[in-house]
């Protein structure tokens, strides 16, 4: 268990010095594989199957798409075990070079920096002291990168509240859920979780394209965010105001569209003490989303995007001391 904390720290370390690689990113190449694949097996001829009954699932088409899942996962998931077991039995350094490599693995799968930073380009621009339109706009640009919603339209609070979430929501997906997944299975969980986690954000969609060629991976990723999601929900309201988070959770998390993003986000917003949700335009269309958090809470501003980083944050140091205080144990 030592093992497993030391490979954490320094993961985490990296990613705090380096941030995400800005070239020859693994993630970037893994992208363009992927919509190789995607291409080959679904086709614009394939997809236009599902254009007239759009909600039906084509079993020949779901098919491919879990076709296409198999082959973009596994080989990556057993080659990364390969490559763990080979250092695992090699006297390497005195077993420096496997350490190296988990820690590599799970530093490229983890987003903490990259987070923040996206964040922190949306506050500034609200935070000033006059908003004029073009603070507006990039705040609205920085916003695009990390979310599906339209966001061309949104005013300030919108803004706020569209960000505050993602924070929210991605402290899961971008950061516990890969630490979870190493913590359990090692490197070759690391590898699964993200393939199947970028597979979701690329073919999860439920439109004509990608509703039956995107079922496996997006279920894939729902039964690989469950736990880790809900671990991340409980730390969210440990370190939050504890009631209202569990209360907010367990009420609205349950109502959520996404199984996972659900009960992270209500008892993000019940920890912070936030008002999020309410409906949204995603693609064109206009989507009814239920309220997270207390309605007597305040609406979301920036420093409620500030508020859900310094969540993740403490949470990052909550979970490091968890498992170095496993690993005493053990």
């Not at 999860?204 to 039964?223: C, E, H, I, Q």
């Not at 349950?254 to 996972?260: H, I, Q």
Request: hydrophobic letters at 50%; aromatic letters at 12%; proline letters at 3%.
């Amino acid at each position: 268990m030592f093992f497993s904390f030391f490979v954490v720290l320094l993961a985490l370390l990296l990613d705090y010095k380096f941030a995400e690689l800005s070239k020859h990113h693994p993630l970037v190449y893994y992208g363009n594989f992927v919509s190789f694949l995607e291409k080959r097996f679904n086709h614009p001829g394939t997809s236009a199957d599902n254009i007239a009954s759009p909600k039906v699932i084509n079993k020949m088409i779901l098919l491919k798409g879990i076709i296409a899942w198999l082959l973009a996962v596994l080989p990556l998931v057993y080659l990364s075990y390969l490559v763990d077991t080979y250092l695992q039995q090699t006297a390497l350094l005195a077993g420096i070079g496997h350490y190296l490599f988990a820690s590599v693995v799970l530093y490229i799968a983890i987003g903490w920096r990259s987070l923040n930073a996206h964040a922190m380009a949306i506050v500034l621009p609200l935070k000033k002291a006059s908003l004029k339109q073009g603070d507006i706009k990039q705040a609205r640009i920085a916003l695009s990168y990390i979310v599906s919603r339209d966001t061309k339209q949104l005013n300030e609070t919108q803004i706020s509240n569209a960000a505050t979430e993602s924070v929210l929501e991605n402290g899961s997906d971008a950061i516990f859920a890969a630490i979870f997944w190493f913590l359990i299975l090692g490197v070759p969980g690391v590898v699964l979780y993200r393939c199947a986690n970028t597979l979701d954000a690329m073919w999860g969609y439920k439109n004509p394209r990608y509703l039956s060629f995107g079922w496996m991976a997006a279920r894939s990723d729902d039964v690989l965010n469950y736990l880790p999601a809900r671990l991340t929900a409980y730390s969210y309201a440990l370190l939050g105001c504890t009631v209202s988070a569990l209360e907010c959770a367990k009420a609205q998390g349950v109502n959520w569209k996404s199984p996972n993003a659900g009960p992270v986000m209500a008892a993000g917003a019940g920890a912070i003490r936030v008002r999020l949700g309410g409906g949204s335009f995603y693609h064109g269309q206009w989507q009814d989303r239920p309220v997270l958090g207390k309605l007597d809470d305040k609406l979301a501003t920036c420093f409620s995007i500030q508020a859900a980083c310094l969540l993740v944050d403490r949470v990052v140091m909550l979970w490091l001391l968890a498992i170095l205080v496993l690993a005493v144990l053990i």
